[in-house]
């Protein structure tokens, strides 16, 4: 994904309908989705290795070009026929006043591509990590998660399904709240978090489970370990 942020100036209402008219002064420009986690991995010092799927058309373009400078190797299949999705967002003095998205469906032999990269890459990453939109270019989870395991990698995922059985055997999956809620059920507090996180994690076979909280931070449950609430 490609996330465009539009900055200006408003001091008037529009005559043709009553919303404010923003003259654009700037422009910013920045990875996100997948493409956001492997920036912060190459901004930490690690090597990233991105596999995914963008659109043949200047946003795709800037999107790699964007990540190429910043030291990540890219492997992106540039589709003919589905756009980059791109999230522009206006901002007049520290406001946002509204988001467009440009999104159309992936098709579904994206995701073969995708696999077949992360056959040829595996052997070279310390980790698979399946940050997960839920957009379409991520189907094989089965078949990715076993690949990482037979050669030894652990698999982290951020997921976004309401349905985790396609994560099972993922050494961490790393929900926020409302995601492990639609999964195990409304939690009234702390212990019944971890009450649940661990049956989750015994149901799923994973090693390891962090769930973020927002404002209550985080939650990391660790199998054979205590569990570690972050404030």
Same mark, same amino acid.
């Given at each position: 994904?490609?996330?465009?942020?539009?900055?200006?100036?408003?001091?008037?209402?529009? *005559?043709? $309908?009553?919303?404010?008219?923003?003259?654009?002064?700037g422009e910013e420009q920045r990875p996100g989705g997948a493409a956001n986690v492997a920036l912060n991995i190459a901004a930490l010092?690690?090597? $990233?290795? !991105?596999a995914g799927v963008a659109g043949d058309d200047e946003p795709g373009r800037t %999107?790699? /070009?964007?990540?190429? =400078?910043?030291?990540?190797?890219?492997?992106i299949r540039h589709l003919d026929n589905a756009p980059t999705i791109t999230k522009l967002?206006?901002?007049?003095?520290?406001?946002? %006043?509204?988001?467009?998205?440009?999104? #159309? $469906?992936? *098709?579904?032999?994206?995701? #073969? &591509?995708? %696999?077949?990269?992360?056959?040829?890459?595996?052997?070279? &990453?310390?980790?698979?990590? %399946?940050?997960?939109? /839920?957009k379409g270019s991520? +189907?094989?989870? =089965? #078949? !990715?998660? $076993? !690949? &990482? +395991?037979?050669h030894d990698k652990p698999v982290l995922i951020d997921p976004k399904s309401k349905d985790f059985e *396609?994560?099972?055997g993922a050494t961490l999956l790393t929900p926020n709240m409302a995601e492990f809620e639609a999964v195990v059920g409304a939690c009234e507090d702390q212990d019944e978090i971890v009450v649940k996180g661990e049956e989750l994690m015994?149901?799923?076979?994973?090693? &390891?489970?962090?769930?973020?909280?927002?404002?209550?931070?985080?939650?990391?449950? /660790? =199998?054979?370990? +205590?569990p570690h609430h972050m404030p």
């Open positions: 994904m490609l996330d465009r942020y539009w900055h200006g100036d408003t001091g008037r209402i529009s *005559p043709e $309908a009553p919303v404010p008219v923003v003259r654009v002064e010092g690690g090597k $990233a290795i !991105l %999107l790699e /070009n964007i990540l190429q =400078k910043a030291g990540v190797s890219c492997h967002r206006i901002i007049s003095r520290h406001q946002q %006043l509204i988001r467009i998205d440009f999104e #159309e $469906a992936i *098709p579904q032999r994206s995701s #073969e &591509a995708l %696999l077949d990269v992360c056959r040829k890459q595996i052997a070279e &990453a310390d980790l698979l990590v %399946l940050s997960d939109y /839920n991520i +189907k094989h989870y =089965k #078949e !990715l998660i $076993a !690949l &990482a +395991k037979t *396609p994560y099972r015994q149901e799923y076979h994973l090693e &390891a489970l962090l769930i973020t909280r927002g404002e209550q931070g985080m939650t990391l449950l /660790n =199998k054979g370990c +205590k």
